[in-house]
DNA sequence: GTCTATAGCCAGATAGAC
DNA sequence: GTCTATCTGGCTATAGAC
C-alpha cells in the first residue's frame, strides 16, 4: 500500500522515476528509433533497473505510448508559448519556424523527433493514432493562424508549412547540414510575410 | 564448382534468387521497416528457405545495403526516363513530381520508400552513406534542371522541390490521406510554371 | 516500491547433409 | 547451390525476495 503522497504508477510527478524513464526512452528512441531501442537501454539511460521498469509500464508499447504523449504535451506548451508571446498569427508562424530552426544541430543528427516517430509508427497495422496526432495538432495550429490572417485556404496553406518543416527536416538529416534548415526558416518568413 | 553460365552470389540475373530475395525484402521493409523485417519474413516473401538467404548474402546488413542500392538503381531509372521524355526542364521537373503522386495511395499506406529508409538508416552511427544518396541523387538530378531554366539558386530550389515532396510525403502517411500528395503536385506544377 | 535472477522466445547466424 | 536443423545471444516479460 502507498500513502496519500506517494504517486500511483499512472501518475507523474516532476522527477519521479515515471517521468524520469519517459524522458530516457525519449531521448533513446529519438537517437536510435523505436524498435532498435531495448528496454535495457532506456532503464540504463534512467538509472534503473531493467526489473522495475515494468512496475511503471506494463509492456514496451506502452512506454512508447507515453513518450509519444510527452513529444505531445510538450508540443502543446510550445504552441501555447508562441500564442502568449504574439498576438499576430504572421509573427506565431514565423516564430514557430524560428524555434524549430533552432534545433537544426540535432536535427542534423536525428532528424525531427515527432516526424521520426510517425514514420516508424505509421507502418504497424493499428496506424497508432497518437502519433499522427503530433502531425495533426501543429497542423490545426497553423491552420488556425492562417484562418485568422483570412485565408480562405488555411488549411491547405497549414499543410504546406509542416510539410515544408519535415521535408526539410527529412534532408537537413539525411545530408548532415543544419544550414539547411537554417535557410528554409528564412525562406518560410518571407513567404508568410508576402502573403496577401 | 558453378560453371561459367550460372551466377555468383554477387552478380545479378534477372529473376534469379538473388533477385527475388532484393525484390521481397524491398516490399517487406517497406511496409514493416529495416528493423521489424525479420529474415524470416523476407525469406518466406521470397518462397526461399532461411538458412539459403545466407548463401547470397552474409549478413542481414548486406541484404539492406542491396535493397537500397536497387532502390537507388530503380530513382536513376526513372530519372533517365524523365529525360528521355522531355526536353525542357520545367515538363521534366513537373513529369517527376506527376510521376511521384501517381504512387499517392501507397504512399498514403507506408510513406516514400526512401524517406523511409533514410530516416531509419539515418540514425545509425555509421551514417549509412548509401542511404542519403536517396536524397542526394534527385536533388542533383533536379538542380541540374533549374540551372537549365537559367536559375542561379537552381541548388536552393532543388532542395525545396525535393524537401516540399517528402514532407507532403510524411503528411500523407500520418493523416492516410492521398488527396494531400494529389494537392501538392499540382501545387508545385504551378509554382514551376511560375518561376521567373 | 525496488531489485535480482531468470524464464521463454525469437532473432541472426552457422553446420553440414544432400 | 540448396535446404534442414540447430546454435547462440539478446530481448521482452515475469517471479519472487526484500
Redesign the interface.
Known sequence: MTDSLSAAPGASRPGGKRERLIAAAAETIY???V??TTLADIAAAAGIPLGNVYYYFKTKDALVQAVVEAHLAEARTMLAAVDDAHEAPRERLKALFSALAQQSDLIAR??CPH??L???L??RAD?TPA??E???EP?EWAERQFAAMGRPDAR?LA??V??????????T????DPG?ME??AR?VAQWIDALD
Open positions: 537517437a536510435a528509433g524498435e532498435k536525428y532528424g516526424g521520426s510517425c514514420q516508424e505509421g507502418k496506424g502519433a499522427a503530433l502531425m495533426r497542423v491547405d499543410v504546406q509542416i510539410a515544408r518543416y519535415q521535408g526539410t527536416a527529412l534532408l538529416s539525411a545530408f548532415r539547411l535557410a528554409e525562406r
